[in-house]
């Protein structure tokens, strides 16, 4: 099949009808939260530079809040 002919899959119609399985994506654990274990959001990172423990959540600025530097490293699990 060439890429003229592929048709996108629309979500309107019966499930039946769109390949016998269920249109919606609802996979579990699908929407899960990497950013912590227990969905706190926040990670801890250490400083290249001065070797503080810098809190990260998601979407903030990579940057320490020490000395400014922008190299962190992410702290190794403890298993």
Known sequence: MSREQYQVPTSSGTGAAA???????NVPGAARDYAGES????MYYLCGDCAVRVPLEKGAPIR????GARVLYKERTKR
């Open 64 to 67: 320490c809040q020490k000395c």
């Open 39 to 42: 969905g706190g959001g926040v």
């Open 19 to 25: 390949g016998g399985a269920s249109s919606s994506y």
